[in-house]
């Protein structure tokens, strides 16, 4: 709760900023907040605490995501800075960016179906604007009236779902409806099975699985490049782990009514986005094919659904989010701050013009691709581990094929660096900058040193 | 007799809604979908809802609705600008939601059996009780709402504003 | 002493790191000591541990670093070992590896790319000691792919050339190939023992029946992957093409030690193997095969790295042939010789090539024996070695390996012999085209033609003393000596020993088969020279006529052309559609239908959002109704 009042304090707060002309400190605040968000999470370490009769519950694998969230939020912002801060209406978009992170923060400890529908909605909203914040783009405005619209009729399915639930349990409490499906496990009726498959497709939009992934790629594509990198990081590990939520305290007590509809996602999506991406010429696009094959591999660990699923999640998505972040920040340097999506000649002669961030986009395709001993790897080695245990042998093993065909793509970026040559000039960065790209690569190499020291946080 | 005004205002509310995506003038459409909100006003009050019934006319049919319409003759809207689309893709998105309607009344199947859905509360929808839902129970959901809105706000204007450089 | 393990792998790490951030500020001669410093220390500590080995009845020394992973039932550590096959390994990779670091020094002075590529060298090192020093199958995983990582870096090293990046990128994919096997393979292996280490999986498999279905499954996997990394047929090609790297690269990767990974693998999992003969038998065919298969490609290739290239993946089939009669000790034996005689081979390839000036084909040179002695007579002792004329150290353990395959299958002894006598034709033939006759290059490079440095003659001298003596650490039994290498490293296969009963043959049937084979190959060594020395035949020229057998042979089987038009292209091809009908029939069609059908007004981009999001909605709806139809049938 803590958490959720400092963000929307920052929000608003970030409005006001607007007014009495301090915007030059939003930085600073917004970063403050950040920490003292990941603070707030340490301090309410195991407390386990049920809000307002019941609906919200942050017990430790709430506040462990509140807290990777700020983490990757952070480490977003200090990239994304020279983003937001080069058109006007900057506390606008401050705003935004918090009460996305504050819907983001719902999703993951909602204990109520309620909050869950409005931590959706408001991620959701703040992030129509965002994909359409660079107003003279006509790319940035198809992609915000495309998510726009295809969102709410993601929506509409969701509440329709919900609507159902309520009306066979008489409850939105997620713990009442657990208690209902184990009460009635051998006789569940039709209409709670097709509830679970709407809910289903409203939140399989959100990861952007498929087959409800298309808005993914344009909106991807199509959005400013940061505002792109936000989404498909933030949001992505927002929603799996909604999923994740709803599934462990309720569904999971009737897994045959919806593994198999799961699982066919799952395949749909590491097929579809590996294969797409193979054939992408522009990379912003390459790489929004591959957070749909991402978004693939963690629903493996939803299909498994056992004790490792929620560590294996939470290690997989904070290494993703990192690897990805870096990717696309040098994607948007090396596109020279431009929100059109480039080829990879874009990357050529990447190591001459700048070793470190040729370090870094290898690091990240490495580690995107799941190669040891990077810590994508082991995010990949948990989730399959997990899926594993539940005896899902088929699943993981085209998952293993699925990875395999991502190598190639992702590749040609390091080929591109390392051995085309280039003649443009040697890139200069901003300390900021070279702090993240060192940061992540540290993390990227380091949480592959002590993969079972976070997992263990998770159980 | 409430069987029959619940048949008769089911049937208007979906014929005007099919209306509403049928006609081809926009204004057409706005004028449409207010019968539907009507028609659906009607059935809260079957469900001895009168407060939900009156706000959803207010909120919906009133404000809404009106909105609708100024902006479409605001931008002078009402010609048939609507580009015509493939006889295929009509079909086909025709047939896919027969199918879908067909299946999701299939999935109702059985629902008779459900305990909750045979004793309704009668009295839920008054508004002492809602009141008291609302501001109790669903007290955060109630004012996360309101971030919401806040944020929705926040994103109309940014995206209306114009920049002056 | 557990301490000193740790210092084995950590040393070239640390090797890399200096290097590898050092940049361009270390000067070159200091980041190329310092590369082969590191790698010397290893070998002196390797050295240590191997004596303490040998002299205490210890089976093995290890340390745990730390719990890398603990997941549900599952852990894994990051525990190294040393036993006696790890060490001999060991040896190998840091005595061979140090030689070749130092060669490097010389080899590389003048590329601007050196200190990168002695990081790159350090790097590898390290990867392959992890290899074979892991204590369970996820360690050796790591290094696994470590090492093919460093190969890809290493064979595009010269990056410049195009189709050296091909050449990379093809060992890369073909080795993920191999990989998927060995990864689909680990997970067997956890599934079927709950465990990945050594210790318990090896104790566990002891109560398997012979021949049971999952230990066959396990261990073919694992052989997909020594196929992938250890160039066997059908996945070979990507070796002769990974001779883009520069030599020492080749030396050291692409002959004396990542190729054996597959090896050591098959040697490290010996009990699973020999309780499963089925796939024993299949690794014995492949690895026979491969040996007269590429013995026959070696006759007609001109380049002399190519020549080189296909003896490895010919003597690698050896090694396999052996490992596949359950002959580990004499795979491992053939291992180090190769080591020796193969890495002398290509460092000396690397001083010629060097001495002509970037040039490999073998038609245009000759007569380089008086230019370059020293080269010369080290290279012959490494032809002497692997062609197998005693007392050399080819001769005793190719022998070893021909004896086993008489005792266990006729057939693979002729086969075996027959390859023997291809690879004694082909390596005397790329030796006196060289180093014999007149020169055939231009007049420039005649003058340009030097001795090398000391820094690579040097390494010669010492890998050519070693392809000398390093025969004795195994002489045959029939000889009435001890058999060094067996009764060292007999308490890693005893298991296997107890089960599986080596097929004798009687001392002077052993004798009669060393003979007749030294006969033949010294009669094809005379049959070389008189071709090549005495009538001065030439090889023909790329694109002279030729018969249909050799045509076949000097276009290496057509495999390459095979897997592309078999493979790669209805790869591609369904790649294309999939482009092609996705990307440009749907979705494109759609949106430029619409668009075209209106004008190109302002509204343009509105009616672009229509016609695709008609088309994304319809999918979903559709996707819904489908998921709705499946739960209630």
Not at chain 1, 152 to 177: E, R
Not at chain 3, 51 to 60: A, D, R, T, V
Not at chain 3, 142 to 148: I, K, L, M, Q, S
Not at chain 3, 517 to 539: D, F, H, M, S, T
Request: net charge positive; charged share 10%; glycine share 8%.
């Amino acid at each position: 709760m803590k958490s959720l009042l400092l963000l929307s304090g920052l929000g608003v707060g970030a409005m006001v900023a607007e007014l009495i002309n301090i915007k030059r400190f939003l930085f600073p605040l917004v970063c403050l907040g950040l920490i003292a968000t990941i603070g707030v999470s340490i301090y309410d370490w195991n407390t386990d605490i049920h809000l307002f009769n019941n609906m919200l519950r942050l017990d430790n694998f709430a506040l462990l995501f509140t807290a990777s969230l700020s983490l990757i939020t952070l480490l977003w912002l200090i990239g994304a800075k020279k983003y937001i801060e080069t058109e006007t209406s900057i506390s606008d978009k401050y705003a935004l960016t918090m009460f996305t992170l504050l819907g983001a923060f719902i999703m993951v400890s909602y204990n109520n179906f309620t909050m869950l529908f409005i931590g959706i909605e408001i991620l959701s909203i703040s992030l129509y604007v965002l994909a359409g914040s660079k107003k003279n783009d006509l790319f940035s405005n198809e992609a915000a009236l495309k998510y726009f619209l295809m969102g709410s009729f993601a929506t509409g399915f969701l509440l329709f779902g919900i609507a159902l639930i309520y009306g066979v349990t008489g409850s939105f409490h997620i713990d009442v409806v657990g208690e209902y499906c184990r009460a009635n496990a051998g006789n569940i009726p039709t209409m709670f099975v097709a509830a679970i498959v709407l809910i289903i497709v409203g939140l399989a939009f959100k990861v952007s699985a498929a087959p409800f992934h298309f808005w993914a790629p344009d909106v991807y594509t199509g959005s400013p490049t940061m505002v792109a990198s936000f989404m498909i990081t933030v949001v992505k590990t927002a929603a799996i782990v909604a999923f994740l939520r709803l599934f462990f305290a309720a569904f999971g007590y009737i897994p045959g009514t919806w593994q198999a509809i799961i699982s066919v996602i799952t395949v749909l999506t590491m097929y579809i986005g590996n294969v797409t991406a193979v054939f992408q010429q522009n990379v912003k696009r390459m790489l929004a094919y591959s957070g749909v094959a991402h978004a693939g591999y963690l629903l493996i660990a939803l299909v498994a659904l056992t004790n490792l699923s929620g560590g294996a999640i939470f290690y997989y998505t904070l290494v993703y989010s990192i690897a990805t972040l870096m990717a696309f920040h040098i994607l948007y340097i090396v596109s020279d701050n431009k929100n059109e999506g480039v080829g990879f000649e874009a990357f050529n002669g990447l190591a001459k013009r700048n070793p470190l961030m040729a370090l870094g986009i290898t690091v990240s395709m490495l580690s995107l691709a799941g190669i040891p001993p990077l810590a994508g790897f082991f995010g990949k080695y948990y989730v399959f581990t997990a899926a594993l245990e539940a005896g899902r042998y088929k699943l993981v093993i085209l998952a293993v094929i699925a990875s395999l065909i991502s190598v190639y793509y992702y590749f040609k970026i390091i080929i591109a660096a390392y051995y085309h040559k280039s003649n443009k000039a040697p890139i200069e960065l901003s300390p900021a900058h070279r702090f993240l790209y060192i940061a992540s690569i540290f993390l990227l190499l380091f949480l592959a040193l002590a993969p079972d020291f976070l997992i263990r946080w998770a159980k | 007799m409430t069987l029959y005004i619940f048949y008769f205002l089911s049937f208007l509310a979906v014929l005007s809604a099919f209306m509403v995506v049928y006609s081809k003038n926009p204004v057409h459409s706005v004028l449409y979908l207010i019968v539907t909100f009507f028609s659906i006003a009607g059935h809260y009050i079957l469900l001895n809802a009168q407060f939900l019934a009156a706000v959803h006319i207010i909120v919906y049919a009133g404000a809404i609705m009106v909105l609708f319409l100024y902006v479409i003759m605001m931008f002078n809207l009402n010609k048939e600008a609507e580009p015509h689309k493939d006889a295929y893709i009509k079909l086909a998105a025709t047939i896919a939601g027969g199918i879908f309607m067909i299946v999701l009344i299939g999935s109702l199947k059985g629902v008779e059996h459900i305990e909750n859905l045979n004793t309704p509360n009668q009295s839920a929808g008054l508004i002492k009780n809602l009141g008291n839902v609302l501001y109790r129970d669903y007290m955060l959901p109630f004012e996360m709402a309101s971030i919401l809105f806040l944020s929705a706000m926040v994103g109309a204007v940014f995206l209306g504003k114009n920049e002056l450089k | 002493m557990t301490k000193l393990v740790a210092l084995v792998p950590i040393l070239p790490l640390l090797g890399f790191v200096i290097v590898g951030l050092g940049g361009k500020k270390l000067s070159k001669s200091l980041s190329g000591w310092i590369a082969s410093g590191v790698v010397l220390i290893s070998f002196v500590v390797s050295l240590i541990l191997f004596f303490h080995l040998n002299q205490n009845s210890e089976q093995e020394v290890s340390i745990k670093l730390f719990d890398w992973i603990a997941a549900g039932r599952f852990s894994a550590d990051l525990t190294l070992m040393v036993d006696p096959l790890t060490s001999i390994f060991l040896l190998v990779i840091t005595g061979v590896g140090f030689l070749i670091h130092l060669y490097s020094i010389g080899y590389m002075h003048d590329d601007e790319g050196h200190n990168k590529f002695f990081s790159y060298l350090n790097l590898f090192v390290f990867f392959m000691l992890l290899l074979v020093m892991g204590s369970n199958f996820l360690v050796m995983y790591v290094g696994w792919e470590g090492v093919g990582l460093c190969s890809y870096l290493l064979i595009g090293f010269w990056h410049k050339n195009n189709s050296y990046n091909n050449a990379a990128k093809k060992a890369f994919i073909v080795n993920r190939i191999g990989d998927l096997g060995f990864l689909l393979g680990m997970f067997l292996i956890y599934v079927t023992f709950g465990s990945l280490n050594y210790s318990e999986v090896f104790s566990q498999a002891k109560f398997y029946v012979s021949d049971e279905p999952v230990l066959i499954a396990i261990t073919l996997l694992l052989f997909v992957g020594a196929v992938g990394k250890s160039a066997q047929l059908p996945l070979y090609t990507w070796l002769p093409d990974a001779m883009a790297g520069p030599t020492p690269v080749s030396a050291l990767i692409h002959a004396a030690t990542m190729v054996t990974a597959g090896i050591y693998m098959v040697a490290r999992s010996n009990i699973l193997y020999t309780l499963a003969p089925t796939s024993l038998h299949i690794v014995a065919l492949i690895g026979v095969i491969t040996a007269v298969f590429a013995a026959t490609i070696g006759l007609l290739q001109n380049d002399i790295k190519k020549v080189l290239a296909y003896s490895t993946v010919s003597q690698l089939g050896y090694m396999f042939l052996a490992l596949g009669m359950g002959a580990y000790t004499t795979a491992v034996f053939h291992v180090v010789t190769h080591a020796f005689f193969k890495a002398l081979l290509f460092l000396g390839a690397g001083s010629v090539i060097h001495a002509m000036g970037g040039e490999q084909d073998i038609r245009k040179m000759g007569g380089l024996k008086s230019h370059l002695p020293t080269t010369y007579l080290t290279f012959l002792i490494g032809t002497i070695a692997i062609s197998g004329i005693p007392p050399f150290a080819g001769f005793f353990s190719k022998d070893e390996i021909l004896a086993h395959a008489f005792a266990h299958n006729k057939i693979f002894w002729l086969l075996g012999l027959g390859g023997s006598v291809l690879t004694a034709f082909y390596m005397f033939r790329l030796l006196y085209l060289t180093f014999f006759g007149s020169f055939r290059g231009t007049h420039h490079q005649q003058q340009h033609l030097h001795e090398s440095p000391k820094s690579i003659t040097i390494p010669l001298i010492v890998l050519a003393a070693l392809s000398v003596v390093g025969g004795f650490i195994g002489l045959p039994e029939a000889f009435h000596t001890k058999h060094l290498l067996k009764s060292f490293l007999s308490p890693v296969f005893a298991d296997s020993d107890l089960r599986m009963l080596p097929a004798e043959i009687t001392h002077a049937t052993e004798y009669a088969l060393m003979a007749l084979a030294i006969i033949i190959v010294i009669v094809v060594v005379l049959l070389a020279r008189n071709k090549y020395v005495v009538k001065g035949e030439l090889p023909l020229q790329d694109g002279a006529p030729m018969t249909a057998l050799p045509k076949l042979i000097a276009h290496k089987y057509y495999v390459d052309e095979i897997y592309d038009s078999f493979i790669v292209k209805p790869l591609h091809w369904i790649g294309t559609i999939f482009y092609r009908f996705m990307d440009i029939q749907v979705i494109d069609a759609l949106v430029n239908f619409v668009g075209k059908a209106t004008v190109w007004s302002s509204d343009r981009v509105r009616l672009i959002q229509t016609g695709k999001i008609g088309y994304y909605v319809f999918v979903m709806v559709l996707s819904v109704a489908l998921l709705l139809l499946y739960i209630s049938y």
